[in-house]
């Protein structure tokens, strides 16, 4: 969630809504996050909202576009974006929204945020990357509280001096293959994440999309068997134009968990990470997860940036 809710006069708005985008829509939406993302120095929509604007129409997905009329005979002027995913069946459907840099401080922002509320039927989950103060302060605008708390942590990957992994007897470690591995990673990561609605919920599809973007390599996807079962994952991601390596998605079978696998994986990914000459590192956790905190921290992690969910009260 990224805008200015100070509302100035301007040209009049519309806002239309789409269960899925043309390819003039979506490079048009791309391009406004990517201007968004230059002036604020981090994406206001999430890998798995970009990855979503693409492929047609996805059940529970939808995007609004805002525009302010052209002046002058010229076409309306995209300033706006915002995408509702309801798919979690408990929770409230789930919000990013952004504005056009150029076009903040014309009550744009609480547009997009009143509309969602309409969708939503007032239960609305919204992410404000960075936790912005304009961010926070369109929340409450919206009459939304802070519900949640991502951290980004980070830590230099030169000189690096964690021990060699030793992994639990019996449990061996090889690299993911596309094809013959999506379904066993599948159902592994569905456990691994039953509590966690965004991650325990992907699909082959959505598999398939990020096996499809250019910086997906699968001799960085480390896969952990017992007996040819999968027990546990390490899914790192390579982030170029940055120069950072990320522990892209770690996970351990409910069954596995205990036996210090999962601090293993951790370490087989980050040597693999340092081993590529990236000088720096990078995850994502949740600040209530204090037994993940404190394990990356041991690992030589700090908090670099938080994004926060706000929601309507229930």
């Given at each position: 969630m990224t805008s200015d809710d100070i509302a100035r006069p301007g040209r009049p708005r519309s806002l239309q809504t789409y269960a899925a985008l043309s390819p003039e829509q979506t490079e048009?939406?791309?391009?406004?996050?990517?201007?968004?993302?230059?002036?604020?120095?981090?994406?206001?929509?999430?890998?798995?909202?970009?990855?979503?604007?693409?492929?047609?129409?996805?059940?529970?997905?939808?995007?609004?576009?805002?525009?302010?009329?052209?002046?002058?005979?010229?076409?309306?002027?995209?300033?706006?974006?915002?995408?509702?995913?309801?798919?979690?069946?408990?929770?409230?459907?789930?919000?990013?929204?952004?504005?056009?840099?150029?076009?903040?401080?014309?009550?744009?922002?609480?547009?997009l945020g009143a509309a969602l509320l309409a969708a939503s039927g007032k239960r609305l989950r919204v992410w404000a990357h960075g936790g912005h103060s304009a961010a926070r302060h369109l929340a409450q605008v919206l009459g939304l509280t802070l519900f949640r708390e991502l951290r980004q942590m980070r830590r230099?990957?030169?000189?690096?001096?964690?021990?060699?992994?030793?992994?639990?007897?019996?449990?061996?470690v090889r690299t993911f293959v596309p094809g013959r591995d999506d379904a066993a990673w599948l159902a592994v990561n569905?456990?691994?994440?039953?509590?966690?609605?965004?991650?325990?919920?992907?699909?082959?599809?959505?598999?398939?999309?990020r096996e499809a973007e250019p910086w997906f390599d699968p001799e960085g996807f480390f896969l952990a068997e017992r007996e040819g079962r999968i027990v546990g994952f390490h899914w790192t991601k390579v982030h170029e134009a940055e120069g950072l390596g990320e522990v892209y998605v770690l996970g351990v079978s409910p069954d596995a968990q205990g036996g210090g696998l999962g601090k293993s994986l951790t370490t087989i990914g980050l040597r693999h990470l340092a081993d590529k000459g990236l000088p720096t590192?990078?995850?994502?956790?949740d600040a209530d997860n204090k037994a993940a905190v404190s394990v990356y921290e041991r690992l030589g992690f700090v908090t670099h940036e938080t994004d926060l969910m706000y929601r309507t009260e229930t």
């Open positions: 048009a939406v791309l391009a406004l996050l990517a201007q968004a993302a230059r002036t604020d120095g981090q994406q206001a929509v999430s890998e798995q909202g970009r990855l979503q604007l693409r492929g047609g129409e996805r059940e529970g997905v939808s995007h609004l576009l805002l525009f302010v009329n052209g002046e002058d005979g010229e076409d309306d002027v995209l300033v706006g974006y915002a995408q509702l995913e309801d798919t979690d069946p408990v929770e409230p459907p789930a919000a990013e929204l952004v504005v056009h840099p150029s076009h903040r401080g014309h009550g744009h922002g609480r547009a230099p990957l030169v000189g690096f001096d964690l021990p060699d992994p030793v992994l639990p007897e019996g449990v061996t569905a456990a691994a994440f039953a509590h966690h609605p965004e991650q325990g919920s992907l699909t082959q599809r959505d598999l398939d999309a590192a990078m995850l994502y956790v």
